[in-house]
């Protein structure tokens, strides 16, 4: 799948395409509807299909001092496109230049110029523009005006309502990751490199693979069963492994250090400077700080063994 320069032209064989135009952070059911739509009409009448997405995400170009919000990487957000069956997605780097145009100016320059779009399909909801000038009725509007087409799709709802980013944000940092799942159409991710660390796990007798969190959203932090997904790029070709990972600061460790540190079962290979997944399954426990290193190695081996028992099931 190609990625594309949302400030460049699009080259001439991905012109006269059908855009799903969105943030799309976690890609939920709810954005899966939209891409969906624009996917489905694109192979119907012969056309590419592109997904659009803001990187950095707009709250974080307005409210700089937001706190770490985001679902997916743009990585993550390529691999789930592709697999929706798109044939590129575009990336709108948003900055003072995107944030200063007008909703018409956006539609002409960005959309109809540079993408040469001829259909866009985006959630109910969105907006775009200068201070949010344009909703769905005003894209129709300039649709109609600059030669492209205009859908919407409704909302996807489940029992409590129609399913957001900040629903799924909510359940996480409840410690609830199946709830955050259901909603995802899978489980939560963390992509990183393993880091090297002080191997005080590997000295416990529990070697763990040490990422930053870096921009994702902090759910509740805690100890959570876990399933690691070791890169096809690298030389365990695509592996998948069970663990349990602690998450958060370690307050039994000092200085504290905010980690997502996973043990994976029966697993003996070096995973330092590998990209790797991590998806949170469930929530096991809360921190806690123990008096000792050996009350704590009892704790982790306890932990092994409710992990264990809930993804067997």
Known sequence: ME?????????????????????????????????SRAVTRAHAEGRPAIVATFDPHPMRYFQPATPPFRLTTLDQRQ???????????????????????????????????????????????FTFGKDRGGDVTALAALGGELGFSADTVAPVSDGEGP?????????????????A??????????????????????ELGYPTANLRLGNYL?????????????????????????????LGIRPTIEPPVE???????????????????????EFLRDEAKFDSLDALKAQIAADCDAARAVLRV
């Open 259 to 281: 980690l997502l540190e996973p043990y994976f079962f029966d697993f003996t290979g070096d995973l330092y400077g590998r990209t790797i997944e991590v998806e949170l399954i």
């Open 163 to 179: 399913i957001s980013s900040s629903r799924i944000r909510e359940a996480l940092q409840a410690g609830k990751p199946r709830a």
């Open 79 to 125: 691999r789930l496109f592709e697999a929706a069956r798109a044939d590129a997605m575009l990336v709108f780097g948003f900055d003072s230049a995107l944030a200063s145009l007008t909703a018409r100016e956006f539609a002409a320059e960005r959309l109809v110029r540079r993408i040469g779009a001829a259909g866009v399909v985006t959630g109910a909801d």
């Open 218 to 246: 902090r759910p509740r932090y805690g100890i959570y069963a876990v399933r690691g997904r070791l890169h096809a790029n690298n030389s365990y070709g695509g592996q998948t492994v069970d663990g349990v990972a602690s």
């Open 3 to 35: 990625r594309l320069d949302g400030a460049a032209e699009v080259p001439a064989q991905l012109r006269g395409g059908i855009v799903a135009l969105g943030n799309f952070d976690g890609f939920h059911a709810g954005h899966q509807a939209v891409v």
């Open 181 to 202: 799942a259901a909603l995802l159409t899978r489980p939560f991710t963390i992509q990183g490199t393993v880091e090297p660390g002080a191997q005080l796990g590997r």
